[in-house]
């Protein structure tokens, strides 16, 4: 992801820098690192889109299982109406019925969920990359006081 990439750039900056005699201070180009913070801005609305898409493509996927559950449905239905005079095999497009709604409601749980994770592991990813970047720089802002 770019915005690791930027990140990495700025402790560069940072561990490249020149040191204060008898600190723990550097110092740094504050235009260089003016413009990695503002590249970090621009690249931050992108991790926002694709967080949006995957929220976007998870909805689909359901909405898709949902509605493969609902032609299912409406082909076992169909069969049960058509062997319907015969008793045994009413009985067995019933029970075949249940399994197949069954499947369909379990593979939609399944998907559901693997797209929650997904969207929530890569939300994660971006939280903690914010948090890492906001701490960098809140201590480059206290040692600049």
Do not use: C
Not at 15 to 23: I, L
Not at 55 to 68: F, M, T, W, Y
Not at 83 to 93: F, G, L, V
């Amino acid at each position: 992801m770019e915005i690791f990439t930027i990140l990495e750039s700025i402790e560069d900056i940072l561990e490249k820098s020149k040191g204060v005699p008898f600190s723990n201070k550097v110092l740094v180009d504050k235009e260089e690192i003016l413009e990695q913070i503002s590249e970090l801005r621009l690249k931050l609305p992108e991790e926002l889109k694709q967080a949006k898409w995957i929220k976007e493509e998870r909805q689909r996927i359901l909405v898709e299982a949902q509605k493969e559950a609902d032609d299912i449905v409406k082909e076992a239905e169909n069969r049960i109406i058509s062997m319907i005079d015969e008793h045994e095999i009413t009985k067995k497009a019933y029970e075949k019925k249940a399994e197949i709604i069954e499947t369909a409601n379990e593979m939609s749980r399944e998907i559901s969920k693997g797209t929650k994770d997904y969207a929530d592991n890569v939300l994660n990813g971006i939280e903690v990359a914010l948090q890492d970047a906001l701490k960098i720089i809140q201590n480059n802002r206290n040692e600049l006081k």
